[in-house]
């Protein structure tokens, strides 16, 4: 039986152009809603239908519509490569303007936690997997987000080149907003180029913004991926990230040596990596994330220039 609340939450317009005539949900009732947690950027719900199917929606105002568009994108590319033996990608049911709002709509997932090694074996199968079918580019088709942060699309063979122009340096130019000096550190970069190609990685389809909250493991122990800043990388700025906020076991670094290990150079560059990562938090959030970004940038420098 639906309460007041959900009364007075299906009065809201997106929730009834979501199921009106023409939308994907025609035809289907709906029995409950609910706010559940999603992030700082949208709002999140569980929908219970009337056949008893449950969904998962997230919205944003309309100007978002976009964010939610790539975001719904690289859930596809990510499923696209994914083992569904060890992880589920869920699948983007709907996305679009609903009611003045932008909405995405997903398959409903009880994330339950527990061992993760599936979770490292699927992703370290997507990893390796989308690198031994990639064509040699590093990039996206378009430009897209890390969260509500710009991510730049375009491509390039020169792995160090396109982190540093393409990551790097648009993070930095917004920082310089906030008061940072990036002008002593444009000697660095030229650097952290030529360091980063040193390895020759080849592209990987990676999440891209890999921290605790957009991973978890369901039931029946698979693995599951949510949230994405998808790109093609060096498949190393994921496993840096899962290290940058914390979240993941010992089990999840197992399972993904168990499939693709990594080289012992990679702690190398891991800082380097998870600088594009606090940067962008430090733009998008400011307070202790900026003195984290200036605090790794000196370190950086220190050590590519003793």
């Not at 003045?100 to 997903?106: D, F, S, T, Y």
């Not at 375009?154 to 648009?170: A, T």
């Not at 202790?288 to 940038?297: A, D, G």
């Amino acid at each position: 039986m639906l309460t007041s609340e959900d009364k007075k939450t299906m009065t809201n317009k997106w929730v009834a152009a979501l199921f009106a005539s023409k939308s994907p949900l025609e035809g289907k009732q709906l029995q409950k809603i609910e706010p559940v947690s999603g992030g700082c950027i949208h709002q999140a719900w569980r929908l219970l239908l009337n056949d008893g199917q449950q969904i998962f929606a997230k919205t944003s105002n309309i100007e978002l519509l976009n964010v939610l568009r790539i975001e719904a994108e690289g859930l596809r590319t990510l499923k696209n490569w994914a083992n569904s033996l060890l992880i589920n990608v869920p699948e983007p049911l709907i996305v679009g303007e609903f009611g003045e709002k932008a909405v995405l709509v997903l398959p409903w997932l009880e994330l339950t936690g527990g061992d993760q090694k599936s979770l490292g074996q699927g992703l370290a199968l997507i990893h390796q997997q989308s690198a031994n079918n990639s064509q040699g580019e590093f990039g996206w088709k378009e430009d897209a987000f890390i969260g509500k942060g710009p991510q730049p699309g375009g491509w390039d063979r020169d792995w160090g080149k396109y982190f540093v122009q393409m990551r790097l340096k648009p993070q930095l130019k917004i920082a310089s907003t906030w008061g940072l000096d990036i002008r002593e550190f444009e000697p660095m970069l030229s650097k952290l180029t030529h360091f980063l190609n040193e390895h020759q990685p080849c592209p990987s389809i990676v999440h891209g913004d890999l921290w605790g909250g957009n991973a978890s493991v369901i039931s029946d122990g698979r693995g599951v991926l949510l949230d994405p800043a998808t790109w093609w990388a060096d498949r190393e700025v994921d496993i840096a990230m899962t290290k940058l906020f914390g979240g993941f076991s010992k089990s999840f670094y197992q399972g993904y040596e168990e499939i693709w290990p990594l080289p012992r150079s990679a702690i190398n560059r891991a800082e380097i990596y998870n600088l594009y990562h606090l940067i962008n938090h430090a733009n998008l959030f400011g307070g202790s994330y900026q003195n984290q970004c200036t605090s790794s940038l000196k370190r950086l420098y220190k050590s590519f220039n003793p």
